[in-house]
């Protein structure tokens, strides 16, 4: 069964500096997978997605993921932390061959100024 | 483009009583989902439509939850009776159709907590 393992509970970075949110997946076939983002009081939005295309993906809000096989990983990164992306960032798989998401547990990410 | 409404935002009730929430989703979206998200987890799906009826309901809790999207666009949750258990934020995502390269877009929720 497709499932994922969000590495991290909180991530704590200074404004500026690099973002690394870790996620392994577990899949018995190549998966679709994904990163939503969840700001307080708002809803669910897409960052990026993998649908077996390049393994490297760029997404919205200059974040980027890249899937990698060997090591059973989609983990996001972004250069330069802003403080607006302070959020709830989940890693998403679907159910083989379905529109069904399977999320992730997420991470909660903290910018200091 | 107007995104998923939901209503209302925020619900406090007591247990054993019963509660409903609405979703609209996004015109022209053929595909509905009602996800249960409790503090600390990620969504759940709880009951998935496609038009007006039912894709998946597997995962929904028959004997309290239920769930209609009579005329294929809007939809409601009901719970009757609500359990302490049933504290969450509940989340509704609509989408072109049931295909994995489609993106699901999220309503805000609703906050639902029971006492």
């Known amino acids: 069964a497709q499932s994922v393992t969000q590495l991290d509970s909180h991530v704590s970075v200074s404004e500026g500096t690099p973002v690394l949110l870790r996620c392994n997946y577990s899949?018995?076939?190549?998966?679709?997978l994904f990163w939503y983002v969840q700001h307080p009081n708002k809803g669910l939005q897409l960052l990026l997605k993998y649908t077996s295309a390049a393994t490297l993906v760029k997404g919205i809000n200059g974040f980027e993921a890249e899937f990698k096989k060997s090591e059973t990983s989609f983990h996001l990164t972004k250069p330069s932390a802003h403080m607006s992306d302070a959020a709830e960032y989940f890693c998403?798989?679907?159910?083989?061959?379905?529109?069904?998401?399977?999320f992730g547990t997420g991470t909660r990410l903290q910018v200091f100024p | 483009e107007a995104g998923v409404a939901q209503s209302p935002r925020y619900k406090i009730i007591e247990k054993r009583q019963s509660v409903a929430f609405w979703c609209n989703p996004i015109?022209?979206?053929?595909?509905l989902y009602w996800y249960q998200q409790i503090l600390g987890q990620g969504p759940k799906l709880l009951i998935q439509?496609?038009?007006?009826?039912?894709?998946?309901d597997s995962q929904l809790p028959k004997d309290r939850f239920s769930a209609e999207r009579l005329k294929g666009v809007d939809s409601t949750l009901k719970i009757q009776p609500a359990k302490l258990e049933d504290s969450a934020v509940y989340l509704c995502?609509?989408?072109?159709?049931?295909?994995?390269?489609?993106?699901?877009?999220f309503g805000p929720g609703t906050r639902l907590t029971v006492t």
């Open positions: 899949s018995s076939y190549s998966p679709s």
């Open positions: 439509f496609q038009n007006n009826g039912v894709v998946d």
């Open positions: 998403v798989v679907t159910l083989y061959n379905t529109d069904k998401l399977i």
């Open positions: 015109s022209g979206h053929a595909t």
């Open positions: 995502a609509s989408s072109l159709g049931g295909h994995t390269n489609h993106e699901q877009y």
